[in-house]
């Protein structure tokens, strides 16, 4: 992402910078975390890398290709979950297969894969509406899984759900991203979720954005590699973390 | 008055249905009070027996050369080719307006246009122009069920989730394919429910389309009928029109709920 600009005219006519000058390279494998304030450009700066907007000025490339347009190569997991409720679960997961005209028994493999790595494989033929917000987030990852992208971009994917489903899914989205090896872009504003997803945290200020702080962090990693998540989330050293991030992001 | 928690709350589908029944029952039996008591004269309303009588009558010997079955078979061929046509033309340009801002600005006048207008307004322009054929009968019931038809598919497709449309985007759909595998799909219950409503005007111009030159039909045997003032089987009718729309209607909404059993559960 190199020199990116953007703003939003108001009814007035008066631009509203959303961020100017913001430029970040991000390596591949990396657990990549926006946090910021609601409303500071977070999901503005998602959906230009996932090609759903352009920005005023600059350019967004991946690979060195610059983004014009949505793309297979950049999956992307939305808040709410985008699901298709007249297919089954397993026909939703292989709907990007499906529409590269992938042949049927080909796409079902590989959609039934992807089932199994968000562990939803006994719910393949059920009606998506029939499950849960959480087990829904797990579709949408199975689905954008399948298309097999290069990148993963999340824009507060947990939002929508309660404390415990959002740390389950916390591990699981962990475990798939060290086990994929895929970029992951993931936008939130809960600062113990960026603190412990984040290899690469990008701590943002409120209109218009600027990159407050941008660290390398291992908690993901470890948590990845097997250590529990709450011995983690109780270590002094991520609590510390935390409350700096925190500090940062609060103060005038 | 706030309803305490544990008031009951009528759950059991059986309970809505008893309270139809019994709006239908009680109806029946004034009518059949008011008929008995000879308060109003037979020919401003006949009893619900000598209504049934009639509908007897009509079904096995007839009125003008043509029993009950052929009068509503006339009657449903031309409401079905009228719907089928609709179906075929209404729904495809529905979804265009929907899609096209800018088709949806030039046509969209000229269907607020007409729709307002009774078929009755322009029932004599379409025999002026088209005869008094069965064309323009099937033309009239046509132009009816049309504008609700492709003015519901133009609201349902403007009100499918745009994030649905981005994750087909970003999975990697064509402009065809998301009209095709995303709008299409998740406007089908906003489709149906147009033409449920279609239907339910296309009833209501089949009395006036039989108008032109009918000899055959259940609106042309209800004039007819008024015309000799038979009371008694004006009503009948009637009856025989809104039970058919009602068991028309009834069948679209079970297709309804087996397209889209999502529909009221999921945005």
Redesign the interface.
């Known amino acids: 992402m190199r020199r990116v600009s953007t703003s939003f005219r108001a009814a007035t006519g008066i631009a509203t910078p959303v961020f100017e000058d913001l430029s970040l390279e991000i390596g591949a494998r990396e657990f990549v975390v926006f946090l910021g304030p609601s409303g500071c450009g977070k999901t503005t700066l998602l959906n230009h890398v996932a090609g759903f907007t352009r920005p005023e000025s600059g350019s967004i490339e991946v690979d060195g290709r610059s983004i014009r347009a949505p793309g297979p190569d950049r999956g992307v997991i939305f808040q709410q979950d985008a699901l298709m409720p007249w297919l089954s679960v397993v026909e939703n997961v292989e709907f990007g297969l499906r529409l590269r005209g992938v042949a049927a028994a080909v796409r079902r493999r590989a959609a039934t894969e992807q089932l199994a790595r968000v562990e939803l494989a006994e719910f393949a033929h059920h009606k998506v509406w029939e499950l849960s917000g959480g087990m829904r987030q797990r579709v949408s990852l199975a689905r954008a899984l399948a298309a097999d992208p290069q990148i993963l971009l999340m824009d507060e994917p947990f939002g929508a759900l309660d404390a415990l489903t959002r740390e389950q899914m916390q591990t699981l989205v962990l475990r798939v991203w060290r086990a994929t090896e895929k970029q992951v872009l993931l936008v939130t504003h809960d600062i113990e979720e960026a603190v412990f997803l984040a290899t690469d945290l990008i701590t943002m200020s409120a209109r218009p954005a600027r990159v407050l702080a941008r660290q390398r962090l291992d908690f993901g990693s470890r948590h990845a590699a097997g250590e529990p998540a709450r011995r983690i989330k109780s270590d002094p050293a991520f609590i510390a973390m935390r409350e700096s991030v925190l500090a940062r992001l609060f103060a005038p | 008055m706030i309803p305490s928690p544990d008031a009951p709350v009528s759950r059991v589908p059986g309970s809505n249905l008893a309270i139809s029944i019994a709006t239908i029952v009680g109806l029946l039996g004034s009518w059949w009070l008011v008929a008995a008591l000879a308060i109003v004269p037979p020919l401003y309303l006949p009893g619900p027996m000598a209504v049934l009588a009639k509908l007897r009558e009509l079904a096995v010997e007839g009125y003008m050369d043509a029993t009950l079955a052929q009068h509503l078979g006339a009657s449903l061929q031309r409401i079905l080719f009228a719907l089928v046509a609709a179906v075929f033309t209404a729904i495809p340009l529905g979804l265009a307006i929907g899609v096209n801002r800018a088709l949806r600005a030039g046509v969209d006048p000229l269907i607020e246009f007409y729709r307002p207008v009774p078929p009755l307004a322009y029932l004599p322009l379409i025999v002026i122009w088209f005869g008094i054929g069965e064309f323009s009968k099937v033309l009239l019931i046509y132009l009816a069920i049309f504008a609700p038809v492709a003015l519901t598919t133009a609201a349902g497709v403007r009100s499918v ?1 745009p ?2 449309i ?9 402009r065809a ?1 998301v009209v095709w ?2 709008i299409l ?2 406007a ?1 219950p906003e489709i149906v429910t147009g033409v449920r409503i279609g239907l339910g005007a296309g009833w209501s111009t089949l009395v006036a389309a039989e108008l032109i030159a009918a000899t055959r039909g259940v609106g042309f045997v209800i004039q007819s009928a008024s015309q000799f003032l038979i009371t008694d089987l004006v009503v009948a009718g009637i009856v025989v029109i809104a039970l058919v729309a009602y068991v028309l209607e009834i069948g679209l909404r079970l297709v309804q709920r087996r397209l ?3 529909w009221g ?2 945005a």
């Not at chain 2, 981005?166 to 064509?174: C, K, N, V």
């Open positions: 989730d994030i649905r981005r994750a087909a985007q970003s999975l990697g759909a064509s394919q595998h995303v799909p998740s089908l889209a059993p999502w559960r999921v």
